[in-house]
């Protein structure tokens, strides 16, 4: 038996279709490539770590940050981990999701 893996592209595109059949808007900042390489253009300190999609619901006010993993991909960056710590200290639920977690996910954004 053979067992797709899916890419994080492919993951993000089926996470963003479920959100927004459930009414969520989201924003994801994609890298562009330069001479120099991929580089996502941000300011800040919370920048080399934002996740990758910010969620937000107006009917019901809820909010959700997510950084998206593959299945074998490492876990997140310590820059990564201080940001979605900020955010939720900050009130905004912070999650890690990977496609093994589809369960968690659909009861999330529910």
Same mark, same amino acid.
């Given at each position: ?7 994080? /592209?492919?993951?993000?595109? %089926? /996470?963003? +279709?479920?959100? $927004?059949?459930? &009414? ?8 562009? %490539?330069?001479? *120099? &390489?991929?580089? $996502?253009? /941000?300011?800040?300190?919370? &920048? *080399? &770590? @934002? ?15 997510? +950084? !998206? ?7 997140? $960056?310590?820059?990564? @981990?201080?940001? !979605?710590?900020?955010?939720? %200290? ?5 999650? /890690? @999701?990977?496609?093994?977690? @589809?369960? +968690?996910? +659909?009861?999330?954004?529910?």
């Amino acid at each position: 038996m053979t067992v797709l893996t899916l890419s994080e /592209v492919d993951f993000l595109a %089926q /996470v963003t +279709e479920y959100a $927004t059949l459930r &009414g969520w808007l989201f924003v994801h900042f994609r890298p562009a %490539q330069t001479l *120099k &390489g991929w580089r $996502t253009p /941000v300011q800040g300190p919370l &920048g *080399k &770590g @934002w996740p990758d999609l910010l969620l937000i619901r107006p009917k019901d006010g809820r909010r959700l940050a997510v +950084e !998206l993993k593959r299945d074998k991909a490492p876990d997140p $960056t310590v820059e990564q @981990w201080a940001c !979605l710590d900020a955010l939720a %200290q900050c009130g905004i639920p912070a999650f /890690v @999701w990977r496609p093994r977690d @589809w369960p +968690e996910i +659909e009861e999330t954004l529910r």
